[in-house]
């Protein structure tokens, strides 16, 4: 880990509520697998806020399409559960289907699909009527779960088949299969809905395919000196919103690799906490946060100087993470 | 994914099951002792050959390499050398590898070694202390890697020869459950029944242990990571 030089952040934020412009303040909420907590990060001072109790095993966590609701996987307890962004507070829960992991909301807000890693399915349940709507077998062990902007297409990743599955939303049937390297853990499409992005820890790449027609536009590899190839495992992946940078988190090779979208290649590996599994950026795409698994801390990296900038601590096994939009 | 989890800081009941787990898997292999062990040299670590006699989710990754947990200086052949020869390095880095000792402690150790060197020479002794722990860390590791390896193969070997008892059986391979049979029913399993329920009985405990097994390197990797920070922390360069 670097040592990380927060000194400067207090007075930045002073100058900033002197003049009256005060910075954007998101909420950075973070899944803690073995703590079964959510711990809340204000993004602007990165001190913990909050710690609150949630279920079984949190990994995935959404927001909801008005920011309202904070929506996570509770895999052992084999459900989703609701919480209030602002108050913490418990809302509801929404019938999953078994062991859910990752999840993903249709651009409509009210459709949420949700991998169901035990029983090769995805779910979809309708979030305001608990409503399940209907269940789609994919592949085995099925986790990343993407979907195109326009709502019309869903992407999801089996582990274990090694495949994206491409599933219309209309019809919920799978229309095209694309084999992708070993272990697919997440799929997400780019802000234009022309890229889909699917990273596979084992293979230790990320497969970038052409949304049309699924043929493949690149493949991206890792190398970093002095770690060994086994240890570069892929898997959260994050776009700015100007399409021009890719963030890859790759796992207990404790970096995050920075990749230049329009050749693919990439720019640089920065070193954060262990075991660093998933990632996302501030609305503004002026942070970004970083779950690590196996020092328990989140990293924050400052993506105009591409320099990681504190690490705090959270929960045990932080695994998720979402940001408020607001 | 399934990846399983645990503390370090607490022996908590799943603590003690991994340390079970361990003394069975190395318990046919050399043991690993600190004091007046031989120290081989580092070794750069290599891409996994077989995988399919790994048997943990998470992928098999041979060693801990320097530079996914350390932004200091380059560790030298020289650096190397130096802490092999030095007692109190070598003494503490086995200390603070031990997962018995709580990190605060660990890391205080680290503070006290700090303060006692010279501003000179506290970079360069700090670098060689971080160059034991990642040593030691990866010699334990490996025993550990081939522990696990060597127990499943024994549990595969198992599987292979309950699977011959069973199809010899008449029920063919349907373990009974002889705790919910009525009194008097027991006499009437046969021995090479009973003895095949015995073997799934055994084989179903021994594979509950694997998942546990597999944490273990996990949370060596944490702790030396933990270490190298706090080791870090105490650098000047």
């Known amino acids: 880990m670097p040592r990380l030089k927060p000194a400067v952040l207090p007075f930045l934020a002073a100058a900033l509520f002197a003049s009256g412009t005060p910075a954007d303040a998101y909420s950075v909420f973070v899944t803690n697998e073995k703590d079964n907590s959510i711990t809340v990060i204000d993004s602007d001072t990165l001190e913990v806020t909050n710690t609150f109790k949630v279920g079984q095993r949190p990994r995935g966590i959404i927001l909801s399409k008005d920011g309202k609701w904070i929506i996570v996987c509770t895999s052992d307890d084999n459900i989703v559960q609701v919480y209030d962004a602002k108050t913490h507070a418990f809302v509801k829960t929404l019938p999953s289907g078994p062991d859910p992991e990752l999840h993903i909301l249709h651009p409509d807000g009210k459709i949420l699909y949700i991998a169901n890693e035990d029983d090769n399915l995805v779910t979809a349940v309708n979030i305001e009527t608990r409503e399940v ?27 274990t088949t090694n495949m994206a599955h491409f599933i219309d939303t209309a019809t919920h049937k799978t229309f095209d299969n694309i084999l992708v390297d070993s272990r697919p853990r997440v799929a997400i499409y780019n802000k234009e809905g022309t890229q889909v992005w699917i990273s596979s820890e084992i ?15 690149g493949k991206i590899n890792f190398e970093i000196a002095g770690v060994a190839k086994e ?23 404790n970096r995050v690799a920075v990749i230049d979208v329009p050749t693919l290649k990439v720019e640089k590996y920065i070193l954060v906490g262990q075991r660093v599994w998933q ?32 690490s705090i601590k959270a929960g045990r096994y932080p695994w998720g993470v979402v940001i408020s939009n607001d | 994914m399934k990846y399983a989890v645990g503390s370090i800081r607490r022996f908590s009941a799943s603590t003690l099951a991994m340390a079970a787990a361990l003394a069975a898997m190395t318990a046919a292999g050399s043991a690993f002792s600190a004091e007046g062990a031989s ?62 000792v709580p990190l605060e402690e660990a890391e205080a150790a680290v503070k006290s070694f700090a303060k006692e060197q010279a501003d000179d020479q506290r970079d360069a002794r700090l ?31 198992r599987a292979k020869e309950i699977e011959r ?20 029913e027991i006499d009437k399993i046969s021995n090479e029944q009973e003895l095949y329920n015995w ?32 080791i870090r922390g105490e650098m000047k360069s």
């Not at chain 1, 240890?231 to 090779?253: E, Y």
């Not at chain 2, 077989?50 to 990754?61: G, I, L």
């Not at chain 2, 008892?165 to 008097?184: I, N, R, V, W, Y």
Request: overall charge neutral; glycine content about 8%; proline content about 6%.
């Open chain 1, 203 to 217: 293979g230790g790449t990320v497969t970038v395919l052409n949304a049309a027609d699924r043929k493949q536009i």
């Open chain 1, 279 to 310: 990632l996302y950026l501030t609305p503004d795409d002026k942070k970004l946060f970083t779950t690590n698994g196996a020092s328990n801390d989140v990293t924050v990296i400052d993506v105009d100087n591409l320099k990681a900038i504190k």
């Open chain 2, 127 to 157: 670098t060689e202390l971080f160059a034991a722990v990642l040593s030691r860390t990866n010699d334990e590791r490996k025993l550990v890697l081939s522990g696990i390896e060597r127990f499943h193969k024994r549990q595969v070997a």
């Open chain 2, 199 to 230: 073997n799934v009985r055994v084989f179903q405990e021994r594979q509950k242990n694997i998942p546990i097994a597999c944490e273990i390197p996990q949370l060596m990797d944490e702790r030396a990571g933990a270490i190298a920070r706090s």
């Open chain 2, 39 to 100: 120290e081989p040299a580092a070794e750069p670590s290599t891409v996994a050959k077989d995988t399919n006699e790994w048997p943990c989710v998470s992928r098999k990754v041979l060693s801990l390499d320097a530079a996914t947990i350390w932004d200091g200086p380059d560790i030298s052949a020289e650096t190397e050398k130096k802490w092999r020869s030095d007692e109190k390095v070598r003494k503490l880095s086995q200390y603070l590898i031990s997962r018995r």
């Open chain 1, 133 to 159: 709507i209907t269940e789609i077998p994919v592949g085995v062990e099925p986790e990343g779960m993407g979907i195109s902007p326009d709502g019309k297409v869903l992407v999801n990743t089996s582990e």
């Open chain 1, 231 to 253: 240890a570069i495992q892929p898997v959260g992946i994050r776009l700015t919103q100007d399409g021009k940078k890719a963030f890859v988190a790759l796992g207990p090779a």
């Open chain 2, 165 to 184: 008892e069973g199809l010899a059986l008449p029920g063919q391979g349907e373990a009974l459950p002889t705790d919910a049979m009525p009194a008097g």
